[in-house]
DNA sequence: TTGTAGGCGTTATCAG
DNA sequence: CTGATAACGCCTACAA
């Protein structure tokens, strides 16, 4: 029905496969006929088949995404929109398209994924969060799939090309930040355990701790889905600890609106009753009253080189394995000062004012 | 390299054909035969591949997403991960996969759109956007392409299947609900004039006034891009003003987040001093100080609908035209209130405190 | 430098 | 009910 390299061929009076060779810019085809050929095909408006040259040449030159599960909190996240961008452009540079797939459950995401490898559609795969455990990452790599994720994978660090923050560095700066600032009492409010990344964070939060000499304290260190609830619970039983915290690390934007939120209510002020820093930078961190201290890191990057890496490792299968680090800065507002002398009490359980 | 259905066939001893027909879940296959193919599919692992399928049957079983700009800050917009959700439903429950494109400038995406349609990548096509003179739409409407608009068309709306909200109504609604309050100097900030959605809640904007007998005033509407610093100015100007209004109709709730932090810098309170609603319903509208009063649009649904229709479209090309209004509610929280008999005067240009 | 022919993995149309 | 066989639109040796 529509116009094919035949029709194209009869009108430039050559063979399909010169119409081929023009297409694919062969350079052994004279220029004049490569013209003729040109103009054959703007005149008729072709476009070239995908699929019948996916077909053919066993590429597909499109690259799948696999998102987290679509019931899980943290795909609300405004870093989505920024990711996709990264590796839109990523891709589009690269002249590949992108596929997606989601899924309500895990099994489902699998299935996607599958079908998706295994019927052909894409090239690759790059994986969008990365997680303990993960039965699509585990089938990827024993497929022998090209796949790259963004995130520190869980295992086989050294065997798997991925793009990520130095989480464990920035969370350990950010509290070393917090330590100079004089702080001594801080706390970690951390996401979802399974993602690898709070599990990072928690470690560089540990980490700067032992270092200045703070004994870590359990009673410290929260964890709760990314955003909204999350957040109330969590700060709520922070500050009514017989010692409350007088700074917070908090290992999402979102989240930290949240404590914002719930620290407002009980009447608690940032930054003078207490600091608060995050991760992310997303645009509503700086919307927030006050405007969040957090750490940008880079989310469009990640997305960006992730799209590339993927691609050169497709046209190079014997790439070596990359591990990708994408700077971070923390990017000082106005959440965090200096420890307030006289601390907030709030009453204790079983207490009665 | 990968088993086909040869490999399959050769192993049941029966023709690929029989093999495909298996597949199809054809009725004029013995049951008998259908396990014996089925055994061995199972055995060999086979997977169909859609590339071929595609090819030999003219339909892709794939439907292409259009984004707006990714430069444009409306992508930024956690409107989008929810549409995604909802869109990725809707197409998974018919086996319909997802393909992207995005651009940076216009021809980028159309050319993009132009790609996976000729290309034969998608069987169809969804806009996520829709806005005044998009090329984009002309094309898919001049080739024929079945599509739909998730939004209303700026033209030819009889023609168009789209999903959309009220917007005119839930406008309006929310206006009257202002009024109610006892406001009557109430402001609307907009965003882009260029998306038909800021044109319908201007619109039903203005019929509440009117209809109220509240006549217009030209200084009360501003146009911003949303988020960020758009909030900022338009909030400045518009409490300069020699009577300032004491309710706003913010078009979108990351905008009214800036607003409410200009409005705090500028040390008047929310809703004591103005009142403020806004649209979308997002997470962050219920994170804010005060949480926003917004009108929930039902996202997910708008996607949800938009998949569903697009691929009984593709199913059936004499399907006609639909045009399906999903339901919006204003859900009221903190940041409405009665009109302040004491009005705030900010100090006017020019004029010396 | 260009043309011919076979194949990529399916589906679809005929027969039988 | 099942088996050949010809597309689908393009790519790629191999020939010329």
Redesign the interface.
Known sequence: ??VTIKDVAKLAKVAPSTVSRVIANNPRISEKTKKKVREAMDELGY??????R??AS?S?Q?IG?VMPS?TDVV????F???V??GL??GA?EKHY????????TDN?ILD?V???V????VDGVVLLYSKIEDKVLMYLQERGIPFVVIGKPFKHVEEITHVDNDNFRATKEVTEYLIQLGHDHIAFVGGNLNLVVTVERLLGYEKALREAGISLNDEYIVHEEF??EGGQEAVRELLSLKVPPTALVVADD?MA??V??TL?ELGIKVPEDISIISFNNV??S????PPLTSVDINIFDLGFDAARSLIQKIENPKEPIKRIIIPHQIVKRFSCSFPNEERVFLPQKGTFS
Chains 1, 2 share one sequence.
Request: aromatic share 6%; net charge positive.
């Open positions: 029905m529509a476009h070239p088949n995908f699929i019948a996916s077909l066993q597909t499109a995404l679509s795909f609300q996240n405004p989505f929109p920024t996709l961008r839109s452009e589009h398209a992108l596929y997606m797939t989601t899924g309500k489902e996607g599958t079908q998706m295994q019927g052909g559609r955003l909204r979102l609106l949240g914002l939120n407002d645009l509503v700086e919307m927030s009253r």
